[in-house]
């Protein structure tokens, strides 16, 4: 196997190169004065809606399973507010279960057109059946049919066993609403800690960390 190319530090004279452009995205004060960790969030996002390529409200949903081992993969953020981060799955998934049995996780969103990062960490909640009703109602009908077909996370014999899954699926629903299945729900990570990180040359990067403090959060600025 050939050893992958593993990008080697940058030089004094790269980082000098990409100063401006660092400076320009992220060199003013202002992130440090607000006291909101909601409104700078969104802030943010705003941002990354305009300069991500795609999918801007991706983000790492980091868990834990039975054994305590950590798991983390990719989900997409459905909505945000003062309550927390909210999400949807099949709740028979690997995911799924782990939030059940430990009702606690992390969230990690990255906008490398940015260079900045998110880091979130609290309890699980789930949304009402109303809010999961009123998602599932939203997506389109084959992603509202693919909820019905995936056995999430089990194993698939081959792709042709899917496909005729969604056939048959597609034909039992055809001329009627598709309805959210019971295990199709979603969570809310409601935040004890986030933490909001930028980049800046030499490593010397910014880092601002909000914690719960009853119903107000503080603020507290981390060395690099």
């Not at 990180?197 to 719960?212: A, G």
């Amino acid at each position: 196997m050939t050893a992958p190319v593993i990008p080697t530090s940058p030089t004094r004279e790269e980082y000098a190169a990409d100063y401006a452009a660092a400076l320009a995205a992220n060199g003013d004060e202002t992130m440090f004065s607000r006291d909101d960790p909601f409104d700078l969030f969104i802030d943010w996002m705003a941002d990354a809606r305009g300069s991500e390529s795609n999918d801007a409200n991706a983000m790492a949903l980091a868990t834990a399973d039975a054994d305590g081992v950590p798991d983390c993969r990719m989900v997409l953020l459905k909505d945000v507010d003062a309550r927390g981060f909210t999400f949807y799955s099949n709740s028979e998934s690997a995911k799924g279960e782990q939030l059940a049995a430990r009702p606690t996780a992390a969230l990690l969103f990255h906008w490398k057109s940015l260079r900045r990062q998110v880091r979130v960490r609290g309890r699980i909640e789930p949304v009402s059946a109303a809010e999961a009703d009123a998602y599932f109602a939203s997506r389109a009908r084959e992603s509202r049919i693919g909820a019905w077909v995936s056995d999430q996370s089990r194993p698939l014999q081959d792709r042709p066993t899917l496909e005729a899954a969604v056939a048959r699926e597609t034909a039992r629903f055809e001329g009627d609403d598709v309805p959210r299945p019971v295990r199709w729900t979603g969570w809310r990570l409601v935040p004890e800690s986030l933490e909001f990180w930028r980049d800046r040359p030499f490593r010397l990067h910014d880092r601002l960390r909000f914690d719960r403090d009853g119903q107000n959060w503080s603020r507290t600025r981390l060395w690099p």
